[in-house]
């Protein structure tokens, strides 16, 4: 049974009494169940007079301790003297000792900016000085920004007003792996004229470009290629119009380029801008059903006249059906014994004709042809074609290679460049 003797707002550790004796109770870290862990340890009453009128001394002492709370792990025991030798140091010390302390004790620099703590002051070593104005209340992203800018130091990367300024407009400036929106007013007015300028140039760098999806990666996947085209696109852009910017700023406006463009993709109906080459050209329409397979057994029909395109339906059931032991799949015009295969595995295509139809229980005879294939347009370009014209428009989206061997060769050269 414990009784509580001094606490203050948050998380800031508490003293208790157990069992008669004056303790310090903190959490920190998690079990293995991710609930949090409750550490003590012993404090003399010279310690807790220090805790209830110092603020900083508190905090100090906190970020001291929780190195050795984070040692313990998610079941191990708080090292109870290491933790009591620095309660001395920390609290009775002088200022000069205490910041001579903490040039070599472990500490948790992170916690005592959340706190408030002067950074120029805590790069110098002056923890006491810099604790001055140290306030109860906890500002966990003063402490992310913090972090984020000594991962910027260690890399060599020191961010301008613009800069900065272009990571909170993107709200990006703490994690750079965050999915980038728009955040006017994240940003300084003052420097809010100069970031529209910058996202401007982006935005005719990209102008008229789209990030399509592709089905072979999953049903909401976008086409890496067009991603890279675009990225390259407006990291060039901007890198012309405005040389003052870091690489760190320059990435994030090209990601959010990218990443609108990749929603807009994934929101958007199949139909809509992916088969309208199908749509303009397909002239006489199609009068034959098509059957879509793949290598594990699924089908799925499509008839004309519908209210889908042939090719809508086929990308559809490819991103549905797509996976890492799935990466075969035909589109085939049973009528007309021809169809149209895609080894995405291999990044090739083949199409396939019936020779001779199966006579007296015989298997019938396929002629089949194999094409390299170039990414998820050239793809898309191979079932529109199909789709039209059948086997022999495939003719003119060659070279056709019907020996194996030879394909082999062309895929290996490919593969190795």
Not at 158 to 174: C, E, K, M
Not at 248 to 276: H, I, K, Q
Not at 322 to 339: H, K, M, W, Y
Request: hydrophobic share 40%.
């Amino acid at each position: 049974m414990s009784d509580v003797v001094f606490t203050r707002q948050g998380w800031i550790p508490r003293v208790i009494r157990e069992g008669g004796e004056l303790r310090l109770s903190l959490g920190a870290g998690a079990d293995a169940n991710h609930d949090p862990r409750t550490f003590t340890f012993p404090i003399g009453q010279a310690h807790l007079a220090v805790l209830r009128g110092d603020l900083a001394r508190h905090l100090l002492l906190w970020s001291a301790v929780l190195p050795l709370c984070d040692d313990a792990g998610t079941r191990g025991p708080l090292d109870e003297d290491a933790a009591v030798a620095l309660l001395d140091p920390v609290l009775l010390g002088a200022p000069a000792d205490v910041d001579a302390f903490f040039r070599h004790v472990r500490h948790d620099t992170s916690r005592l900016v959340a706190h408030g703590a002067d950074t120029d002051l805590l790069e110098r070593g002056r923890v006491c000085a810099a604790m001055s104005r140290a306030s109860e209340t906890s500002d966990p992203r003063r402490a992310q920004e913090y972090r984020a800018n000594r991962r910027r130091a260690e890399r060599g990367t020191v961010l301008a007003p613009l800069d900065a300024a272009v990571l909170r407009y993107t709200g990006q400036y703490v994690h750079g792996s965050t999915i980038p929106g728009r955040k006017p007013d994240a940003v300084d007015p003052a420097l809010l004229p100069a970031v529209l300028r910058v996202i401007a140039t982006a935005e005719r760098a990209c102008a008229g470009m789209r990030i399509g999806r592709d089905p072979r990666r999953g049903k909401r996947a976008t086409d890496k290629r067009d991603w890279n085209l675009m990225e390259t696109a407006v990291k060039t852009a901007v890198r012309r119009a405005h040389p003052e910017l870091v690489e760190d700023a320059v990435r994030t406006v090209s990601f959010l380029m990218c990443s609108e463009a990749a929603a807009r993709t994934r929101n958007a109906p199949v139909d809509e801008g992916e088969d309208a080459d199908e749509h303009a050209a397909r002239t006489p329409a199609r009068a034959t059903p098509l059957s879509f397979t793949d290598d594990n057994g699924a089908e799925r029909k499509w008839f004309p006249g519908g209210p889908r395109t042939a090719g809508a339906e086929f990308w559809e059931f490819v991103g549905e059906h797509a996976g890492s032991g799935n990466q075969v799949f035909t589109i085939e015009d049973e009528e007309l014994g021809e169809g149209l295969q895609f080894l995405f595995y291999a990044d090739c295509a083949a199409r396939i004709t019936t020779v001779r139809a199966g006579e007296g229980g015989s298997e019938p005879e396929y002629g089949v042809e194999y094409r390299l294939a170039d990414g998820m347009g050239d793809c898309r370009d191979l079932v529109s074609t199909f789709v039209r014209g059948g086997y022999a428009a495939l003719g003119g989206h060659g070279p056709w290679m019907p020996d194996i061997a030879e394909f082999e060769r062309a895929r290996r050269r490919r593969d190795a460049t």
